[in-house]
T-cell receptor, first 116, second 114 residues
Framework: NAGVMQNPRHLVRRRGQEARLRCSPM?????VYWYRQLPEEGLKFMVY????????ESGMPKERFSAEFPKEGPSILRIQQVVRGDSAAYFC??????????????FGPGTRLTVT | SQQGEEDPQALSIQEGENATMNCSYK?????LQWYRQNSGRGLVHLIL?????REKHSGRLRVTLDTSKKSSSLLITASRAADTASYFC??????????????FGKGTLLTVNP
């Protein structure tokens, strides 16, 4: 049973370019969460998605950032017109059921975005 | 201070010694979890302790939870060089409908010297 997959593992973008980060949840998991980790910080919640639905995007910047989890295929976190402050590690997690009161979230290896 | 803060920020010990890390949080929680992150890698879930539990063991790990003090500790016994990593506590808030947001502290960087 493969774990949460993320690609690419490392992504370098110049300022103004677009970054697309992909996340494939664990088999059977239909709940996906994105977190961002700035250097020497803990992870911060960005967005929670179920298949074809954004449940909570309260942690995501209002501009330039968007996320989707289509019926088929991986979840995508998209950052348009990247700036240096977007440089961070972006982690995806998945769970088999909504919320996390009884179930852990399983994390992927992360995508390290560097904006030059 | 933010929900889920680890203490100390950094800890350096010799192989074979025990390592204790603490975590404090502010709001009522459903459960508390500890994660490990090796340098430049993803998060590995270590252990989950529920709010009605006081202590939990998993191999060389021992976690305690004191809800009256809003604090938890992670003890790693007989440490190994491979335990070198950052350790994070994470909590879900026990209020409202947003109990899927894990809130992480900044972590404790543990270095185990061979």
């Amino acid at each position: 049973n493969a774990g949460v997959m993320q690609n690419p593992r490392h992504l370098v973008r110049r300022r103004g370019q677009e970054a697309r980060l992909r996340c494939s949840p664990m088999k059977g998991h239909s709940h996906v969460y994105w977190y961002r980790q700035l250097p020497e910080e803990g992870l911060k919640f960005m967005v929670y998605l179920q298949k074809e639905n954004i449940i909570d995007e309260s942690g995501m910047p209002k501009e330039r950032f968007s996320a989707e989890f289509p019926k088929e295929g991986p979840s995508i976190l998209r950052i348009q017109q990247v700036v240096r402050g977007d440089s961070a590690a972006y982690f995806c997690a998945s769970s088999p059921f909504p919320g996390g009161r009884r179930y852990e979230q399983y994390f992927g290896p992360g995508t390290r975005l560097t904006v030059t | 201070s933010q929900q889920g803060e680890e203490d100390p920020q950094a800890l350096s010990i010799q192989e074979g010694e025990n390592a204790t890390m603490n975590c404090s949080y502010k709001t009522s929680i459903n459960n508390l979890q500890w994660y490990r992150q090796n340098s430049g890698r993803g998060l590995v879930h270590l252990i989950l302790i529920r709010s009605n539990e006081r202590e939990k063991h998993s191999g060389r790990l021992r976690v305690t939870l004191d809800t009256s003090k809003k604090s938890s500790s992670l003890l790693i016994t007989a440490s190994r060089a491979a335990d070198t990593a950052s350790y994070f506590c994470a909590t879900y808030k026990n209020s409202g409908g947003s109990n899927y947001k894990l809130t992480f502290g900044k972590g404790t960087l543990l270095t185990v010297n061979p």
